[in-house]
Each structure stands twice: as structure tokens, then as C-alpha cells.
């Protein structure tokens, strides 16, 4: 399992408003997706910034055996 944060969750819940939510923790599963997985991340943070105050992107690696976890972790 690999973690990647960008910002953390520092209301949870509890400080959501009923209307738009001010946190998000975003789970991308991922096996063998050295390829894209880069860009996935990088594509989610860009989407995520612009809607979220706080958020958490989280890559769970399903025991790749190419270069995911690497990438990742960079």
C-alpha cells in the first residue's frame, strides 16, 4: 500500500458545510500503472485544488511488480 498526501485533512466531518464539502480524501486503486499513474495524480490534485479546501489523495498499490510504488512515493 502506498499513500501519497496533498493536503491534509485537518476538519474531517465535522466541519462540513451541508452545501459543499470542505475536505475529501480521493482512493485510487492501482496495479501495474507505472505508465499512467503519474498522471492520474497529478490530473486528480488539479481537479481537487480548485473544489476542496482540504484533501488527500491516497494510491493503493495491489502488490505491482512494475515501478507503481516508486512513482508514487516521488
Do not use: C
Request: proline residues 4%.
Amino acid at each position: 500500500e502506498v499513500v501519497r498526501s496533498r493536503r491534509p485533512l485537518s476538519q474531517g466531518w465535522a466541519g462540513m458545510h451541508a452545501n459543499r464539502a470542505e475536505s475529501l480524501s480521493l482512493v485510487i486503486p492501482a496495479y501495474n500503472e507505472a505508465a499512467v499513474i503519474a498522471q492520474a495524480v497529478r490530473e486528480a490534485k488539479v481537479a481537487l485544488a480548485g473544489r476542496f479546501r482540504d484533501f488527500e489523495i491516497l494510491v493503493v498499490d495491489d502488490g505491482s511488480s512494475d515501478d507503481t510504488p516508486r512513482i508514487v512515493e516521488q
